[in-house]
């Protein structure tokens, strides 16, 4: 076993962030837009940071960026930006707050032409199927702040890209049965 799903499995404590998520919400297809953008939005603040950091301020960003509402954060103003900049509970790098506030802004264009973002997501699951590249050149073309690892790792979390779980994980045997 390798990756996330070994290091996990090194953990005793059935409540610990890591343990949860990864038994819980990895790999697993999220149908809710706001939900999908929240998955984004910590994906690219985990940027030069560990997951687990994330994992732990998450409800830290559920507050601060009003629970992932897409249309909220698509409004955000200097005065939020400021705010933000001053929570504690959340990373404070400009450049990942302005990104957020331009990504819910990109998304509510999506949802114009595409009904959801998921759906926008689904149909080009259906073009790209599990081309990393082909998705990471998608998402650049129309977010901020998305590198090769950032898309790569909100697709898996989401199930759009394989191995989320190592085929020996308990998380994969159990959902693959």
């Not at 996990?8 to 809710?32: F, L």
């Not at 997501?121 to 050149?137: G, N, P, R, S, T």
Request: overall charge positive.
């Amino acid at each position: 076993m390798s990756g996330y799903c070994a290091y996990v499995a090194t953990i005793t404590d059935r409540d610990d962030v890591d343990k949860m998520y990864h038994d819980h919400h990895y790999g697993v297809r999220i149908e809710n837009d706001n939900e999908l953008f929240g998955r984004l939005l910590m994906e690219i603040n985990q940027a030069g940071l560990s997951w687990r950091t994330i994992l732990k301020k998450e409800k830290g960003f559920r507050k601060a960026y009003d629970n992932f509402s897409i249309k909220k954060v698509a409004r955000y103003t200097e005065k939020d930006i400021t705010r933000l900049m001053n929570d504690t509970e959340i990373i404070r790098n400009k450049l990942k707050v302005h990104a957020a506030i331009y990504n819910a802004y990109q998304i509510t264009q999506l949802q114009k032409d595409y009904t959801s973002f998921r759906a926008w997501l689904d149909l080009h699951a259906k073009e790209l199927q599990y081309d990393k590249e082909k998705w990471v050149k998608l998402f650049k073309k129309h977010f901020k702040f998305v590198g090769g690892e950032i898309v790569g790792e909100f697709l898996m979390s989401i199930s759009l890209l394989p191995n989320a779980h190592h085929k020996t994980c308990k998380v994969y045997i159990q959902k693959n049965r």
